[in-house]
Nanobody, 125 residues
Framework: VQLQASGGGLVQAGGSLRLSCAAS????????MGWFRQAPGSEREFVAA????????TYADSVKGRFTISRDNAKNTVYLQMSSLKPEDTAVYLC???????????????????WGQGTQVTVSS
């Protein structure tokens, strides 16, 4: 499984960005896809997740109402639409894939078996 994240950049506070995560090398209908972020000196933080099959979503409280995760099954791509961005959203954003053995915690990075390389998002004040 390979994951390729893109779409990061520099944006002013209040602006928007859309991140993409292109998945390949597997059959993803049973997977859960997630976005995490990591700022310098901080731990990796859960942002959002979506089940590929039925599209069920879950969000971190810090982004709820501002970020939207979605997927395009035909393109094997997951998106993270980010709006009303704040300087504290600045981080490297990583996409990840999880094949749900048992009942994994979606908010725990160690639950995800596959990771992309990350894309930098910088929000200026």
């Amino acid at each position: 499984v390979q994951l390729q994240a893109s779409g990061g950049g520099l944006v002013q506070a209040g602006g928007s960005l859309r991140l993409s995560c292109a998945a390949s090398g597997g059959t993803f209908s049973s997977y859960i896809m997630g976005w995490f972020r990591q700022a310098p000196g901080s731990e990796r933080e859960f942002v959002a997740a979506i089940s590929w099959s039925v599209g069920t979503t879950t969000y971190a409280d810090s982004v709820k109402g501002r970020f939207t995760i979605s997927r395009d099954n035909a393109k094997n791509t997951v998106y993270l639409q980010m709006s009303s961005l704040k300087p504290e959203d600045t981080a490297v954003y990583l996409c990840a894939a999880l094949y749900p053995y048992g009942s994994p915690s979606l908010r725990d990075p160690s639950s995800f078996q596959f990771w992309g390389q990350g894309t930098q998002v910088t929000v200026s004040s």
